[in-house]
């Protein structure tokens, strides 16, 4: 079971998540919806490690058992599309980068470099990335932005398909509605609306 056990995290005057707990479901896709600036990414990346809380906890994952897509793609520029998936598979699993590429509807653009990409098929990219990495947690901060409609719905399926629990920032209402789980806030601070 994971969870969030009463945590506090500040940014100068600016309180984010004051006392905050929260157990999020084992399995499934679970989306995390609020209004923008409400503390929806920073729990992410305390999930991921990449913020320490002033206090509190997380149990039940640690860092190096999850995988997180940023916000922005962060594609390495001078990597092809199959080198960004490779670069992060070990060398075993190499294999499997043409599974991810058919999930990203991105196979026959191996050797295509980032910036010939749409903005579309760049955050695809980004996505199985993501996924390729592995984990046992997969933290998705706005996994379908400038992605169409029915490749959104062809990759929740898959997200669903995965096996691995995934909690993923959203604020389109057609993914809200495909969710497995669905937790809403308000803030900050963070909280949980009910």
Known sequence: MIRLEHITLSFGEKHVLEDFSLTLPETGVTVLSGPSGCGKTTLLRILAGLELPERGRVTGISPEQTAILFQEDRLLPGRTVLQQ???VMDKSHH???ARWLELAELTGEESILPHQLSGGMGRRLALVRA???GGELYLLD???TGI???RRHRLMA???RLG???VLVSHEPEILDLAD???SFSGPPLTTVK
């Open 85 to 87: 998936l490779t670069d």
């Open 95 to 97: 294999q499997e980068a």
């Open 131 to 133: 996924l390729a990495l």
């Open 142 to 144: 706005e996994p379908f």
């Open 148 to 150: 169409d409609l029915p």
């Open 158 to 160: 898959a997200l669903k």
């Open 164 to 166: 691995k629990p995934v």
């Open 181 to 183: 789980h669905v937790i």
